[in-house]
Antibody, heavy 120, light 110 residues
């Protein structure tokens, strides 16, 4: 069974750095063609793709947020970490991690999501 | 990289067919046969319904079908059922910054 689960703070203050961890099981991020991405969704709004890391450590970022995002992986721990700097109230959202396969170029398995509120 | 454009809402009666459009540009939808569609029920994570324009993952009903013409992709739900009431999002591969999502469509079963 393939699962992903997001973890991190539920509340951060403006200007702080957010660090989210995606812990997954049932697949390996060292397998060719596998990737893990982050997608967020502000309350009542649409999905927004943020970042993606592939098995070969290729990293891709949303152009509009690239300067604030860093994605890394720890294959031995089955984890992917996303950091977002200089948080603002507009970054309040549910953050999802999801598996992507180059054979699909889609996100086939999603985590349950974690809600992050940015407020002083 | 702008969001793909979807109608805000689409509705239909049980048993009917509805189609949701997803309009992008020649840099995303128009350049790649890599459009995917996601269903999201309230408070739940999105679920992959269609990938590579028209392919269905295992377990997804064949009432869901996808197509593409030029810069516009479409999702058709046939034999509409109450359980299909949800938000639907398209997503396209877009090259070096690989993914862009649509604005989302709320499907209402009358």
């Amino acid at each position: 069974q393939i699962t992903l689960k997001e973890s991190g703070p539920t509340l951060v203050k403006p200007t702080q750095t957010l660090t989210l961890t995606c812990t997954f099981s049932g697949f390996s991020l060292s397998t060719s063609g596998v990737g893990v991405g982050w997608i967020r969704q502000p309350p009542g709004k649409a999905l927004e793709w943020l970042a993606l890391i592939y098995w070969d450590d290729d990293k891709r970022y949303s152009p509009s947020l690239k300067s604030r995002l860093t994605i890394t992986k720890d294959t031995s721990k089955n984890q992917v970490v996303l950091t977002m700097t200089n948080m603002d109230p507009v970054d309040t959202a549910t953050y999802y991690c999801a598996r992507s396969m180059t054979t699909l170029d889609a996100f086939d398995i999603w985590g349950q999501g974690t809600m992050v509120t940015v407020s002083s | 990289q702008s969001a793909l454009t979807q109608p805000a809402s689409v509705s239909g009666s049980p048993g009917q067919s509805i189609t949701i459009s997803c309009t992008g540009t020649s840099s995303d939808v128009g350049s790649y046969n890599l459009v995917s569609w996601y269903q999201q029920h309230p408070g739940k994570a999105p679920k992959l319904m269609i990938y590579e324009v028209s392919k269905r993952p295992s377990g997804v009903s064949n009432r869901f079908s996808g197509s593409k013409s030029g810069n516009t992709a479409s999702l058709t739900i046939s034999g509409l059922q109450a359980e299909d009431e949800a938000d639907y999002y398209c997503c396209s591969y877009a090259g070096s910054s690989p993914f862009v999502f649509g604005t989302g469509t709320k499907v209402t079963v009358l």
